[in-house]
């Protein structure tokens, strides 16, 4: 083992520098910058994991570190089990350019041994301050069994689920409406009138800190938190939807100037700051601070016009999941709306998250603005392999001188894959020859994934093992309609553990239930594990009723 004393930083040749548990307790303590960076895959990292430690797998690395850490100087600890996870991730970003890199020495065993605790979950500390906003503020609640009754009576109430779209598609309670989280302060009022609000998600952190954000924001009308979401509601053995697409609208201007003033007061009182974009550039040059700019509306309304150099982070996720939003603990963040109620409404959330919050102001300029998606540069180009169109794949499959592996995740593989493909996760490629059988020497490996990037890195990962690999152009997406798609496979189609993944209750094959009430279970446990964390900065507003 490398550096047996934890108290001490040791390094060796060709090994990047190994920190003891203490080490890094410290830093967090010191307020500095830091990211914290577990490259195992999720679905391990899920199992036990330092608190403030960001899940970017292996598998992942070079497409997502550059948007996860912007500052290529950033002091970066990577944790793994196998101390040749970390140094192969250290040799990918050193190739990416990061110059301060550095392994927990021992990893997540030191970290127990040294006293500290591990989390299991995904979304943790996000999860953990919504467990101390509702024990705070005594966030009024209502039960599945009362709300039900309710909606049996016909009593006039708006119902309104603060989750993305997609996830409201997925299931619902009856009578709902979409309105995600960041959204509530601008568009559930109206809708309202003056009848009680009852706010849902799927578990309990959204449904508390969108509750919260009404009453906080100075709603008159009586609002709750359905306790336990949508999963109190299945548990409570009531019928969910699925398939529902209704978002509550916008409402009228004299709504928008009310939502904005309110927005605005709570978000002042908080501490953020509003800059305007000569601010902003200032902040951007300042070489040794990390700041992360985030649009934080809809998805569809960020992809028809936004700032250069913003990134979509919807409002209510980015309160929900600000270790995958913005792994660098202490950094700073910038956030843009069109309204100014959804950035004022999250800026107060992550102030009392401990994040230094601006808001920027300025008009969307139609001649400036870019369109469609961003997903930040990769940290180096794949090194280069041959690339099949659809046709070509086709024909050599028929041949039986082909093998179609999927390398996406697999949750995805499990709704819908291309026909015949068989999956794996890029992290466990050398699996490849031994669990599809012998590969021959004209045998090709041919890679896909969702738009066919993270399939090419795969592709040279096979190629650098001397296996025939190629990958599909234009990817899952691409081929689909070319190939045709199954979905719901299960068995001899997996070649390893689909352990890449973190599976929420509703998203398991089988045990819905039993694993409903025990991620309720872990939930409400959260508060009592909190005291002494190291680094933790809450410092929750308790609104006056």
């Known amino acids: 083992m490398i550096g047996t004393d934890l108290n001490t930083t040791t390094s060796s040749p060709g090994l990047i520098p190994r920190v003891s548990a203490q080490h890094v307790a410290g830093l967090l303590k010191t307020g500095a910058e830091l990211a914290l960076i577990d490259v195992r895959e999720e679905g391990v990292f899920a199992r036990g994991h330092l608190l403030f430690a960001a899940s970017i797998p292996l598998a992942r690395l070079e497409l ?36 301060n890199v550095s392994a927990l020495d021992g990893g997540n065993t030191a970290w127990t041994k040294a006293g500290y605790q591990l989390f299991s979950g995904v979304f943790v500390p996000s999860k953990a301050f919504g467990e101390v906003v509702e024990h705070a503020n005594h966030t009024p609640r209502i039960s ?139 902040l951007l040059a300042q070489a040794d601070r990390t700041t992360y700019c985030f649009d934080v509306r809809l998805p569809e309304d960020y992809a028809a016009g936004h700032l250069p150099g913003f990134f979509n982070a919807p409002g209510g996720q980015l309160v929900q999941a600000t270790d995958v939003y913005a792994p660098v603990r202490n950094a700073r963040m910038v956030l843009f709306d069109e309204f100014g109620v959804q950035a004022p409404m999250t800026a107060h959330w992550l102030r009392q998250m401990g994040w230094t919050v601006f808001i920027v102001e300025t008009a969307l300029d139609a001649g400036t603005l870019e369109k469609g998606t961003q997903a930040g540069p990769p940290l180096y180009p794949p090194d280069a392999t041959q690339r099949l169109d659809v046709p070509e794949l086709m024909a050599l499959l028929r041949s039986n001188r082909g093998i179609l592996i999927d390398c996406d995740d697999s949750r995805a593989f499990n709704k819908q894959h291309l026909r015949g493909a068989r999956w794996i996760t890029r992290s466990r490629i050398e699996r490849i020859a031994e669990l599809t059988g012998a590969v021959g020497p004209h045998t090709t490996i041919v890679f896909t994934s969702d738009d066919g990037v993270l399939a090419q890195y795969a592709a040279a990962d096979a190629a650098a093992l001397g296996l025939r690999a190629a990958w599909i152009a234009g990817g899952t997406r691409g081929g689909a309609s070319a190939m045709g798609a199954v979905g719901l496979t299960s068995g001899p189609d997996f070649l390893c553990e689909t352990d890449d993944a973190f599976y929420s209750p509703y998203q398991l094959p089988a045990g819905v239930e039993k694993a409903m009430q025990t991620y309720i279970d872990w939930e409400t446990g959260l508060l009592d594990r909190l005291k002494n964390e190291p680094g933790l900065h809450f410092n929750v507003h308790v609104h006056a009723n």
């Not at 850490?69 to 991730?89: G, Q």
């Not at 989280?181 to 508390?208: F, K, M, Q, W």
Request: hydrophobic residues 45%.
């Open 64 to 99: 997502r570190a550059r948007r996860a850490i912007p500052r290529l100087d950033t002091p970066v600890i990577l944790i793994a089990d196998d101390p040749a996870d970390t140094d192969l991730a250290a040799s990918r970003l050193k190739r990416g350019g990061y110059t």
């Open 144 to 282: 599945a069994t009362a709300a039900n009754e309710a909606m049996r009576r016909g009593e006039a109430r708006l119902y309104v689920d603060s989750r993305p779209l997609e996830e409201f598609r997925n299931l619902s309670l009856p009578n709902a409406l979409d309105c995600p989280g960041a959204e509530l302060v601008l568009r559930a009022p109206a809708a309202a009138g003056a009848n009680p609000i009852v706010v849902n998600c799927a578990g309990r952190t959204r449904s508390i800190i969108g509750a919260q954000s009404l009453i906080n924001a100075g709603i008159p009308n009586p609002v709750y938190a359905l306790e336990n979401g949508a999963m109190g509601w299945r548990l409570s053995g009531l019928e969910l939807r699925h398939g529902v697409d209704e978002l509550l609208p916008i409402p009228a201007a004299a709504d928008i100037a009310l939502a904005r003033q309110r927005a605005r007061s709570l978000a002042e009182k908080l501490g953020a700051q509003w800059i305007d974009d000569a601010k902003l550039q200032a």
